[in-house]
């Protein structure tokens, strides 16, 4: 089986060493492996020391590595909708330049980086997939775009098609307006199928595992813990933290406030991921660069462990009946009331964190039913129906 594991953190906390790392040590361990930047600023080339291309480029045995193109990537998958994107914008007045900027909506850049864990999958080419994403921010936008966009493609394409097929005889004589024609509505409905299977790989732990990497400070480990209940609001399976870049005690005496304070998040890491896995990885003397020296790193990071494991099994949500009440279960363990905001929407329950908003779509049993009450307890949102 494919396995699918995905390195974010804070900007500057080492993902590209750890995944380079992690896919080194796999590769080593007879996994046919590809590790995948989704990184605009691509760094696999640096670390691997070698000319990683925009499509799969054979490192050494079994692996590979790749430095994802963003205009590659919109090409091969979704080249009708731009283009009919692109003449409509036109129509409107904006350049052709203008025009073709605008024609790659907010959004659909990140989801074009998971389309490609999606066609892997499919032609079943590697035993695993690693991929060194964006900072938090980005690759939170890349995770919770394929449900998003599914449900504005679900609410509004099938009552745009319809439309289209009946204007578009009638405007066609009167009006220079661009019309979608068959081949952009086929485009729009392989993108809403595909994002609708990667959802699918994303949400499934016996296939993804999401691992946070982080520093020992406390900027670092703020981020990792918004992440983390992010990642849960939208049910993504999280199995590990790597605590990356600490202090050896070697280090000597004008390190010793950084190595106290370091240990003190540690503790706190140790302390607020109970039931993941954490991993700690040391501030090497040498520079993470070169097929041989990121192998030492994994190498060194997961010690007798193997990075293809799945390190904790969770449900982040769960519907429940208790006492004859109706509830929803989250697992939200770093929230707080004050961010939180819910509703239900037609048969959908809105649960907003912070930025952040996640559409669940409750069982055709719970549909008619509204939030009546919400509980923050050890670390779980419970949602009461009625």
């Known amino acids: 089986m ?30 046919k492996t590809i590790v995948m930047s989704t990184d605009p600023a691509h760094s696999l080339s640096d670390s691997l020391n070698v000319e990683v291309k925009s499509e799969a480029t054979k490192i050494s045995e079994n692996l590979y590595a790749q430095e994802i193109n963003i205009n590659d990537a919109i090409e091969s998958h979704w080249k009708d909708l731009r283009e009919y994107l692109t003449a409509l914008f036109q129509y409107q007045g904006l ?33 695993v997939i690693v991929v060194d994403s964006a900072p938090t921010g980005e690759a939170l936008r890349m995770l919770s775009f394929p449900e998003v966009m599914r449900w504005y ?9 319809t439309a289209a097929k009946i204007a578009r005889p009638i405007m066609r004589p009167f009006s220079g307006i661009p019309m979608p024609n068959d081949k952009v509505f086929q485009s729009a409905e392989t993108l ?20 946070l990497v982080t520093n020992a400070d406390q900027m670092s480990f703020n981020e990792t813990k918004r992440a983390f209940t992010y990642l849960l609001l939208y049910g993504y399976p999280v199995d590990a933290l790597i605590a990356n870049k600490i202090y050896p005690e070697d280090t000597g005496d004008f390190f010793s406030n950084w190595r106290a304070t370091q240990a003190e998040i540690l503790g706190e890491i140790d302390a607020s991921f109970p039931e ?44 429940t009946r208790e006492n004859g009440k109706t509830a929803v279960k989250m697992k939200l363990p770093f929230a707080d009331k004050e961010n939180l905001n819910l509703y239900n929407r037609a048969g959908e329950l809105i649960v907003e964190v912070k930025n952040w908003k996640r559409i669940l779509y409750l069982p055709q049993t719970m549909a008619n039913m509204q939030p009546t009450g919400a509980e923050l307890k050890n670390g779980y949102l419970y949602i009461t129906l009625s």
Do not use: C
């Open 95 to 127: 350049d052709p330049i203008s025009a073709d900027e605008i024609a790659i909506l907010p959004g659909f850049e990140e989801a074009t980086y998971l389309l490609y864990i999606n066609d892997y999958i499919k032609n079943n080419e590697y035993d």
């Open 276 to 319: 993941i896995k954490v991993f700690r990885s040391y501030l090497q003397n040498y520079e993470l660069m070169g097929k041989d020296k990121v192998l030492k790193f994994g190498q060194d990071l997961y010690g007798g462990e193997d990075p293809y494991s799945v390190f904790y099994k969770g449900k982040p949500i769960e519907f």
């Open 2 to 31: 494919t396995r699918v594991l995905l390195y974010t953190g804070k900007g500057g906390v080492g993902k590209t060493s750890v995944a380079a790392s992690t896919a080194s040590m796999l590769a080593k361990n007879n996994k």
């Open 192 to 211: 809403y199928d595909d994002l609708g299977e990667i959802h699918k790989i994303l949400e499934d732990p016996d296939i993804t595992s999401i691992r």
């Open 153 to 161: 493609m679900e609410k509004v394409f099938p009552i745009s098609r």
